[in-house]
């Protein structure tokens, strides 16, 4: 049986040239969709991720105002928090517990972390191990 392979060298949208002169591997129009593998129920479904990332920001929004917690509003999937702790000591303890966020003392705001949009069961495992941090 003959293998199917599929390889992406280069994706660009390229909405400057006309649909008929755009080169290889670029794109009239785009979409931001996600394909990860699964053993859930969304097995080969495509993830709208500007979909998810909006409603990923709007319950992680609702959470850290429910813990008190200041957050500078985003257009983009992450979210950079001020926490009350030292953020690379945030950093390892919620790494310990697998989560993985940027220490905001990278870029000199030691009491911010940002974190990444995730799936649904990521954001809320994010703010439940989070919570039980802050909480110690």
Do not use: C
Request: glycine residues 8%; aromatic residues 10%.
């Amino acid at each position: 049986m003959p293998k199917i392979v599929n390889t992406f060298l280069k994706s660009k949208m390229n909405k400057d040239l006309d649909a008929r002169l755009i080169p290889n591997g670029e794109y009239r129009d785009a979409n931001n969709l996600q394909v990860s593998r699964s053993q859930g129920s969304e097995v080969g479904e495509f993830e709208n991720v500007l979909g998810n990332n909006e409603k990923g920001k709007e319950y992680l929004y609702n959470e850290l105002n429910k813990m008190n917690l200041f957050y500078v509003p985003t257009e983009a999937n992450f979210i950079f928090i001020k926490t009350k702790t030292d953020s690379n000591d945030l950093y390892e303890r919620l790494l310990r517990k697998g989560i993985l966020v940027a220490p905001g003392s990278i870029w000199g705001y030691h009491k911010f972390i940002r974190v990444t949009i995730g799936k649904p069961n990521e954001n809320k495992k994010f703010i439940d191990i989070l919570g039980e941090i802050l909480d110690e």
